[in-house]
């Protein structure tokens, strides 16, 4: 079975720009959860979806926002970029009633 | 508060030796717990779970200990390999919330 996959693998913005990231969740996994990892934060979540919903948020400004669509693959997107948003953006998905996450190997922001 | 942290950021042990890696968390609403390995370029890859009704469970040269008297985690990885170089996370889920609350990562080094 495939792994979670994440498009793309590495993307340079400038400030002022936005970006849109992709995940493809493992089969038969409906719920796609995203996280930001910096050296200096670790590991932070952004937000979950279920069911095209989003069901969980973190403390992350209004700039980041995600969707789910009805095969399950999830956009996560970040408006008017900021040096302070370069980072490892993490997707993961779950299969159905179980808390196990199985992330993607990330797409790396830099944000110049 | 949510917080999970760890107390060690850094470890090194000789190849074939034993490692443990502790992690304190302080939410004693979390009722499920998580290791990850992360290798450098890569994703987190899940390692071993516990569930807080359970003290401890093992798993092929890994095992997980669990005291909710004193909230400490930690992973015990027997008979050190190269391969087992990484950055170690410890996460919690906090019962109802599918979200991943995760501590800073301990890097542990496996020395020739």
């Keep these: 079975k495939a792994g979670v996959t994440q498009t793309p693998r590495y993307l340079i913005k400038t400030r002022g720009q936005q970006v849109t990231l992709s995940c493809s969740p493992i089969s038969g996994h409906r719920s796609v959860s995203w996280y930001q990892q910096t050296p200096g934060q670790g590991l932070q979540f952004l937000f979950e ?15 980041f926002s995600g969707r789910q669509f009805s095969n399950s693959r999830s956009e996560m997107n970040v408006s008017t970029l900021e040096l302070g948003d370069s980072a490892l953006y993490l997707c993961a998905s779950s299969p159905p009633w179980s808390y196990e996450q199985y992330f993607g190997p990330g797409t790396r922001l830099t944000v110049t | 508060g949510e917080s999970v942290g760890l107390h060690l950021p850094t470890l090194s042990v000789q190849e074939g030796d034993n490692s443990i890696i ?33 003290d401890k469970r093992q798993g092929q040269r890994v095992t997980v200990l669990l005291n909710k008297t004193v909230k400490h985690l930690s992973l015990q990885i027997a ?33 020739p």
Excluded at chain 2, 80 to 101: H, M, N, R, W
């Design chain 1, 49 to 63: 979806y279920f069911s095209e919903t989003q069901r969980n948020k973190g403390n992350f400004p209004g700039r």
């Design chain 2, 79 to 111: 008979a050190t390999q190269p391969g087992d170089s990484a950055v170690y996370f410890c996460a919690e889920i906090i019962q109802g919330a599918q979200k991943l609350v995760f501590g800073q990562g301990t890097r542990l080094t496996i020395n």
């Design chain 2, 22 to 54: 502790n992690c304190a968390y302080s939410n004693s609403a979390s009722d499920y717990f998580i290791w990850y390995k992360q290798e450098s370029g890569k994703g987190p890859q899940f390692i071993i779970d516990i569930r807080s009704n359970m």
